[in-house]
């Protein structure tokens, strides 16, 4: 065994183990904060669901966000879209809302045994700016009414907030 540890391949093996050990702590500590466990909630689940169900639905790429708000404790979905008038984006989340109501309500309960209301789901309908490229919100659909956004009319026809062309 002595003369083992004495010739050269070993000194290298020895020394390639510590620069690999080395590595690997500097990489896990480089990426603590993503490697924290995470609770994953019920909610977190329907959400990320209802993003792909939307997207077949509804026949979309990637202008739909939704998350679970666990401070609120309800799923959030973010519309990105062209309309510019509150009624246009009430129409448009009108649709979502069919989607969640036709699709997501029933996996959340045959998967987990919950029925979820329109209360527990926020629409917010962002217009996506046009040519400026702005995007600003226009609607949202919180506990189960529509508010127009500050600085949005509810009976807008301009292509900017509280715009009046």
């Given at each position: 065994m002595?003369?083992?540890i004495r010739t050269p391949a070993f000194?290298?093996?020895?020394a390639v183990l510590a620069l690999a050990t080395v590595y690997a702590t500097y990489a896990c500590a480089k990426?603590?904060?993503?490697?924290?466990?995470?609770?994953?909630?019920?909610?977190?689940?329907?959400?990320s669901r209802m993003s792909g169900i939307i997207r077949?639905?509804?026949?979309?790429?990637?202008n739909t966000m939704v998350?679970?708000?666990?401070?609120?404790?309800?799923?959030?979905?973010?519309?990105?879209?062209?309309?510019?008038?509150?009624?246009?984006?009430?129409?448009?989340?009108?649709?979502?809302?069919?989607?969640?109501r036709q699709f997501v309500f029933p996996y959340a309960k045959h998967q987990h045994g919950i029925d979820l209301s329109d209360?527990?789901?926020?629409?917010?309908?962002y217009n996506d700016g046009g040519e400026a490229g702005v995007p600003y919100e226009v609607v949202r659909r919180e506990n189960?009414?529509?508010k127009a956004a500050p600085g949005?009319?509810?009976?807008?026809?301009?292509?900017q907030p509280g715009g009046t062309d």
């Amino acid at each position: 065994m002595r003369h083992l540890i004495r010739t050269p391949a070993f000194r290298v093996l020895i020394a390639v183990l510590a620069l690999a050990t080395v590595y690997a702590t500097y990489a896990c500590a480089k990426n603590a904060r993503l490697s924290t466990p995470y609770p994953y909630m019920v909610g977190d689940d329907v959400a990320s669901r209802m993003s792909g169900i939307i997207r077949v639905v509804a026949g979309l790429e990637a202008n739909t966000m939704v998350y679970y708000d666990r401070k609120d404790q309800r799923i959030v979905a973010n519309v990105v879209g062209t309309a510019s008038d509150v009624p246009g984006a009430e129409r448009e989340l009108d649709s979502f809302l069919q989607a969640v109501r036709q699709f997501v309500f029933p996996y959340a309960k045959h998967q987990h045994g919950i029925d979820l209301s329109d209360t527990e789901v926020t629409l917010v309908y962002y217009n996506d700016g046009g040519e400026a490229g702005v995007p600003y919100e226009v609607v949202r659909r919180e506990n189960g009414a529509y508010k127009a956004a500050p600085g949005v009319p509810a009976d807008s026809s301009g292509n900017q907030p509280g715009g009046t062309d």
